[in-house]
């Protein structure tokens, strides 16, 4: 399977000049799930939870190790090499960002240097994931 992560802008079915509510759903749907990077969030969650409290700079070097983690495996993810397509930038900055403010919700580094506030990142969170699907849409190819 290649570029598992590849946002593509559907095609309405034939005889049809736009997307019906359903197909509409379906697409915002996948286009959340391809920018969401679960994978390293999981990843990320298990090594945090084995690094003592009072170890900040390991666990900020853990963030950053995982983010380089969301960048690699978006990248791979968003490339498709017998298609002759690149990576798609849009959607492997979109999935960082994403992490970024996963981590941020967490507490983790933040928290470790007082800069985390629980409810801005609980708010983020739903209002990035609910939002994002709906303005990116994917890029135009030909």
């Known amino acids: 399977m290649t ?53 900040t700079i390991v666990l900020v070097l853990w963030s950053v190790i995982c983010l380089g983690g969301v960048v690699i495996v978006r990248i791979y993810g968003t490339a498709d090499p017998p298609n002759d397509k690149p990576p798609q930038w849009g959607p492997i900055t979109i999935s960082a960002i994403s992490f970024v403010i996963w981590v941020y919700s967490l507490g983790g580094p933040f928290a470790a240097f007082g800069l985390a506030v629980p409810w801005v990142g609980s708010l983020l969170i739903l209002l990035w994931t609910f939002f994002v699907p709906i303005f990116y849409r994917g890029p135009f190819e030909l």
């Open 3 to 55: 570029a598992p992560f590849r946002i593509s802008r559907p095609t309405p079915r034939p005889g049809a000049t736009a997307l019906t509510g359903d197909d509409g759903f379906r697409f915002y749907l996948d286009r959340l799930f391809k920018m969401i990077p679960g994978e390293v969030i999981s990843l990320y969650l298990v090594g945090s939870g084995l690094i003592p409290q009072d170890q």
